[in-house]
C-alpha cells in the first residue's frame, strides 16, 4: 500500500529527497536548534520552520500553517495516568520509570508468536522519523515529529492466521512501578484495540523517539502506538503485548465510560463528545483554537477503510 502525504506544496522536496541525501542525525539536530546534550524550547524551532521540519522527518497529512510542537510542551503536557491524572504528572512521576530490559510479546492469532528482548523486537524493522498531527479527544493538540517503525511491518513478520481480525495493546502492569495502578482510576493494564486493517495502515506506528531522541518515559516508553487519525488515547504507552484476535478488544476507556469513549475513536468534529464538543481544538502553544478534520486531517489515506459505516454509530 502507498500512502500520499498530504503535504503543502513547499515541503514536498523532502519527499523526493534521495535517501543519501538525507541529513545525519548530528546535522538535523543541530538545524532543529537541537543538541544532544541539551535541548531548546520552540523558539530556535519556530525560527526556521521549513528547514527545521525537514530536518525532523517527512511531514504527513501537515497543513500549511502546522508546525512541530515544541519539545517542552511536547514532553511535559500529556496523559498517561499510570503515572498521575495531571497534565504535568507524567513528566515528574515517570522520571525513574526503568524501560530496560523490556520484552514484548506478539501472541495469538499468529503463526509466529513469540517474547522478545526489545532490541531484537525493533531491530528488523526500518525506523523512520515522520511528523504527524496529534489531537486529544479532550480537544487539544500538537504536531509531533515521532521516531518508530511501522506496526504493520512487525505483524507481516508475525503471520496473522487467517480468521485474525484485530489487535490487541496491552500496557505493562506493575503497581511497585507504575504508582497510579494503585488506584482504580481506569481497568489496569490500560489496553487498546485496532481492526487488523487499521493496524496494517503503513500511517500506523509503533513509536520509539521523538524529535530523534529516545522517547522519554512520560511519553510512552520504550514502546507506545500512535495511529494519527483517531484521538489520542488509541496511542497507549508502555506496551508490553501484542495479541491478535477474531473478536474486537474491549479497551481500557471504554470499559470505563462506554458512551464516552467507542471502540473506533476517529477524530470527527461531527460527533461531540457527551460532555464537550469536538467541532475545534486548541493547539498547544496558541492562542486561537482551530476548527477539527475530519480523521485529524487524514481522511485521504484513511476514509476507504470506514466505507459505508456509520461513524455517528460507530464513534
Ligand atoms: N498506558 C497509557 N497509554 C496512554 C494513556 C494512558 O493514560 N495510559 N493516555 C492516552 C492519552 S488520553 C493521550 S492524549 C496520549 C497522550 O500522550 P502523548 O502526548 O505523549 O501522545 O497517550 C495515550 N496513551
Ligand atoms: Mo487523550
Known amino acids: 500500500m502507498l500512502i500520499r502525504p498530504a503535504v503543502p506544496r513547499d515541503l514536498r522536496s523532502s519527499d523526493i529527497t534521495p535517501e543519501s541525501q538525507y541529513w545525519t542525525r548530528r546535522e538535523w539536530l543541530a538545524a532543529a536548534g537541537l543538541t544532544v546534550g541539551a535541548i531548546a524550547g520552540a523558539s530556535a524551532l519556530l525560527a526556521r ?48 520509570f526503568k524501560t530496560r530490559p523490556w520484552t514484548v510479546r506478539v501472541e495469538g492469532m499468529v503463526k509466529k508468536p513469540g517474547a522478545y528482548a526489545l532490541e531484537d523486537f525493533l531491530k528488523p524493522s526500518k525506523v523512520e522519523d515522520r511528523i504527524y498531527r496529534h489531537r486529544c479527544v479532550e480537544a487539544w493538540s500538537m504536531v509531533v515529529p515521532w521516531r518508530g517503525i511501522m506496526l504493520g511491518d512487525v505483524l507481516k513478520r508475525a503471520e496473522p492466521a487467517p480468521g485474525a481480525k484485530f489487535v490487541e495493546f496491552t500496557t505493562l502492569y506493575d503497581p511497585a512501578r507504575m504508582p497510579g495502578q494503585r488506584y482504580p482510576i481506569l481497568r489496569w493494564p490500560y489496553t487498546e484495540g485496532l481492526r487488523l486493517d487499521e493496524a496494517m495502515h503503513p500511517l500506523t506506528l509503533l513509536v520509539t523517539g521523538v524529535y530523534g531522541r529516545e522517547l522519554p518515559n512520560q511519553n510512552g516508553a520504550p514502546l507506545r502506538l500512535i495511529v494519527p487519525w483517531k484521538y489520542g488515547f488509541k496511542g497507549i504507552k508502555s506496551i508490553v503485548r501484542i495479541r491478535l484476535t477474531d473478536t474486537q478488544p474491549a479497551t481500557a476507556w471504554n470499559v470505563s465510560a462506554p458512551d464516552e469513549y467507542g471502540f473506533y475513536s476517529n477524530v470527527n468534529p461531527t460527533v461531540d463528545h457527551p460532555r464537550w464538543s469536538q467541532a475545534k481544538e486548541r493547539r498547544i502553544g496558541e492562542f486561537l483554537r482551530r476548527p477539527t478534520l475530519m480523521f485529524n486531517g487524514y481522511a485521504e489515506d484513511v476514509a476507504a477503510m470506514y466505507a459505508g459505516m456509520d461513524l455517528r454509530r460507530n464513534y
Open 49 to 96: 520552520p521549513a528547514g527545521a521540519q525537514q530536518a525532523l522527518g517527512k511531514p504527513y497529512g501537515l497543513q500549511p500553517d502546522d508546525k512541530p510542537t515544541s519539545w517542552d510542551d511536547v514532553t511535559t503536557y500529556n496523559n498517561f495516568y499510570e503515572f498521575g491524572t495531571g497534565k504535568e504528572d507524567p513528566a515528574e512521576q515517570a522520571r525513574g
